[in-house]
């Protein structure tokens, strides 16, 4: 059989997940990436001696980059170190502190301490949430480019626990009663750029995930996991271009050839593997009128995360007595969510994500000294917002909170160093759809099906992974991403893949009974 040509848009952690995959599998990959560097969001920002990770810094479920590397023939060790954080982070009020731990029994004392009578929900969350993720993860780990994939055991099994009609924050009263104890366990929402009283009861699993996998951290940032990955991919004889971005992708009718190149240089190929943001690899990569579902009137109805203010700050100073991850959440944080999700005005006391890394690892900074990572989450550019004239204030905003709220006392004056990144920044420069950050929401409406399809719909030949298509944003869902479309494209063409683990275990479970969870 002639070897398959597998071209790659974009090095973000779901095209390289799809590279390591597809090289060891026999294929000729070929990636382009338009970035100097490997990463996408996932890439490191360097300068003046320190490093920080441009977008995500959690790593949970590491069992799932560990499997990527072991289907691509390689042990995840080999290449990277990881510390497992204690606490998780700091959730911090104005007039309180909570630290919770992996350690179950520890989060138990704490909530006792800080919300007595309270204490016994973390048990009955962690079991009754335990069963929802057991039962609905699965699911995340198949495609849906047909709809008998709803009539699969697996997913008839885990129906019952889709909570249905709930949002995450009503969930949550089946376990916590007073209001702040939830809010300390709705901020992951953000990670699908959702108001946790919209998002979906079954995303609740989220928190779960944290408390029963653990937070990592990797040695030098969680770039280093994009950084190895590409290391992988050229042991496995892969190639990789930088600096070189995609013009178009070169159809033939109904049915995709290759791409060309920003250079004019046309590549042929068997299939062409999308890692771009979704809405601007739909607005950009297509010759204009060839598209009929996702046209320019369709992408405007698609409901889109919202996006985030970044600052990167190197900081002359270390502050040893604040933990790795700090959420600092607003006085009102519904009023807070609500103007973020509307998108019409900048939050006057908004809630904000820091980052004390070099707390962990001091390879970040130079000795002595801290790389801060600041996120805030705004509205996207759909708003009206204009970040030339509101960026200078809302900075100085968040740097008052980040010093009284969070602690980081006298952060202005120990700054060395400062990035700064806008929605307009996303959107301009990094070449996100309106900049939302988080991508496409996942609201009903746009999950499993009704995402855009790991095989897209439009053209043949051509597969999306990331977190525009199933099973959605984050980095463990977006490595399953890579590992679908890859699975499929070798199933289509006759050449060896394996099934999540978690899949093939699933076939006793599958004939079990499903009883009612209570969480809903």
Not at 4 to 14: C, D, E, Q, R, S
Not at 103 to 116: C, S, Y
Not at 493 to 520: C, D, M
């Amino acid at each position: 059989m002639p070897q398959k040509h597998v071209v790659i848009v974009g090095a973000g952690p779901g095209g390289l997940t799809s590279a390591m995959l597809l090289a060891h599998r026999g294929c000729k990959v070929t990636v382009f990436e338009k970035a100097d560097v490997v990463g996408g969001r996932n890439a490191p920002i360097r300068a003046q001696g320190f490093t920080w990770d441009t977008g995500p810094t959690f790593l949970m479920m590491s069992y799932i980059l560990k499997e990527m590397f072991e289907e691509a023939g390689h042990r995840v060790e080999d290449y990277l170190e990881f510390t497992a954080l204690d606490p998780l982070y700091r959730l911090a009020f104005d007039d309180m502190d909570f630290r919770p731990s992996p350690d179950i029994g520890k989060t138990q004392e704490a909530i006792a301490r800080l919300f007595p009578g309270n204490e016994d929900g973390i048990q009955r969350f962690m079991a009754v949430e335990g069963k929802r993720f057991e039962r609905l993860f699965p699911c995340l780990q198949k495609d849906y480019m047909s709809w008998k994939a709803y009539l699969d055991p697996i997913f008839l099994k885990a129906a019952p626990y889709l909570g249905l009609g709930r949002s995450v924050f009503q969930n949550l009263g089946n376990y916590y009663r007073p209001e702040r104890l939830k809010l300390c366990f709705t901020f992951q929402a953000k990670y699908l750029g959702m108001s946790p009283w919209q998002c979906p009861a079954l995303f609740t699993m989220l928190p779960f995930v944290e408390y029963s996998t653990g937070i990592l951290h990797v040695h030098g940032g969680l770039n280093r996991i994009s950084q190895a990955m590409a290391q992988v991919v050229e042991e496995e004889g892969g190639a990789i271009h930088l600096n070189t971005p995609v013009r178009r992708v070169l159809t033939r009718g109904r049915t995709a050839s290759g791409v060309e190149l920003d250079s004019g240089e046309k590549v042929e190929a068997d299939a062409v593997f999308l890692n771009a943001d979704f809405g601007h690899a739909m607005q950009t990569l297509f010759e204009p009128g060839t598209l009929r579902k996702y046209t320019q009137k369709q992408l405007q109805r698609l409901r889109i995360s919202c996006s985030t203010f970044m600052l990167y700050l190197g900081v002359n100073r270390r502050y040893n007595d604040l933990p790795h991850h700090s959420i600092l959440f607003a006085t009102d944080y519904r009023r807070n969510i609500t103007e973020v999700a509307d998108g019409t005005v900048l939050s006057e006391d908004p809630s904000i994500y820091v980052q004390n890394a070099s707390v962990t690892d001091s390879t970040l900074a130079p000795e002595g000294q801290s790389t801060i990572y600041i996120l805030v989450p705004v509205p996207n550019g759909r708003s009206a917002i204009d970040w030339n004239a509101e960026g200078d204030a809302f900075r100085d905003r968040v740097l008052d909170l980040v010093e009284r709220r969070g602690r980081f006392s006298g952060l202005r004056r120990h700054i060395t160093y400062e990035k700064r990144i806008t929605p307009t920044d996303w959107e301009d420069q990094y070449r996100v759809f309106h900049g939302a950050t988080f991508n496409l929401a996942h609201n009903f409406g746009q999950l499993l099906s009704f995402r855009p399809r790991n095989r897209f719909e439009e053209f043949e030949n051509v597969w999306l992974v990331g977190g525009g298509t199933h099973p959605g944003s984050g980095l463990p869902t977006i490595y399953e991403s890579a590992r679908i479309s890859s699975n499929n494209f070798c199933r289509a063409h006759g050449l060896p893949y394996s099934v999540p683990s978690s899949l093939a275990n699933k076939t006793a479970i599958a004939s079990q009974p499903p009883s009612h969870p209570q969480g809903e």
